[in-house]
């Protein structure tokens, strides 16, 4: 089975604190995704990466930078955390097949105080 | 553009009784489309998905969805809900891949109760 492994379930952060999500997953997969997941709008992409040291925007990558120095690693960074990013961040990877499937993390639960 | 609509954001069954989770999408391509269910502090699961094959597509624990091209809707349905399916299910419609990548779009969600 596909393993995607968000190492934070719970966090709580200050406001101006820089913060590291990070994701690791077990298929030797290409594709890697950082999503947000907030209360009626569904889940929105800030980042993903498509090789090592490969990114691109998603639709709300503001506020956010990500790294990928390692195939099997994704880490999504806050600079300086503020109050509107208190959310639950998924992680995501999957392979270039055509019709992949993504394989989703558990999520990180992040509070910004 | 793509979009995806998921026409309930509840929905309340009885255990035993059918489920029926409402999608309409919107693309310019031949889609791929996805349901994905969620159960509380946990990350999303693949339930099924249609990627130009048979139109009446068959997932885990019992649930299936039919592509309508000329009704442009997936349907999630299953014959009798349990208890175990109570949970968040999300709509996804992916735009063809482009450099092996395809872009996932959500919808909102709908959150189905099963009561005793």
């Known amino acids: 089975d596909v393993k995607v492994t968000q190492s934070s379930r719970y966090l709580v952060k200050r406001t101006g604190e820089k913060v590291f999500l990070e994701c690791v997953q077990d298929m030797d997969h290409e594709n890697m995704f950082w999503y947000r997941q907030d209360p009626g709008l569904g889940l929105r992409l800030i980042y993903f990466?498509?090789?090592?040291?490969?990114?691109e925007k998603g639709d709300i990558p503001e506020g956010y930078s990500v790294s990928r120095e390692k195939k099997e690693r994704f880490s999504l960074i806050l600079e300086s955390a503020s109050t509107n990013q208190t959310s639950m961040y998924l992680c995501?990877?999957?392979?270039?097949?055509?019709?992949?499937?993504?394989?989703f993390g558990e999520g990180s639960w992040l509070t910004v105080v | 553009a793509q979009s995806v609509t998921q026409l309930d954001s509840h929905v309340s069954v009885s255990e035993g009784t059918p489920v029926l989770l409402r999608c309409n999408y919107s693309?310019?391509?031949?889609?791929?489309l996805f349901w994905y269910v969620q159960h509380p502090n946990k990350g999303l699961q693949l339930l099924l998905k249609y990627t130009s094959a048979a139109t009446l597509v068959k997932g885990i624990n019992g649930f299936e969805a039919e592509f309508k091209k000329s009704e442009t809707s997936f349907h999630l349905t299953k014959p009798s809900a349990h208890m175990s399916d109570a949970a968040e299910y999300f709509c996804?419609?992916?735009?063809?891949?482009?450099?092996?990548?395809?872009?996932?779009?959500f919808g909102a969600g709908t959150r189905l109760a099963v009561h005793p």
């Open positions: 996804v419609v992916s735009d063809p891949p482009t450099g092996g990548y395809n872009k996932l779009i």
């Open positions: 995501a990877s999957s392979s270039r097949a055509p019709g992949n499937t993504i394989y």
């Open positions: 693309s310019s391509y031949s889609p791929s």
């Open positions: 990466s498509y090789d090592v040291k490969m990114k």
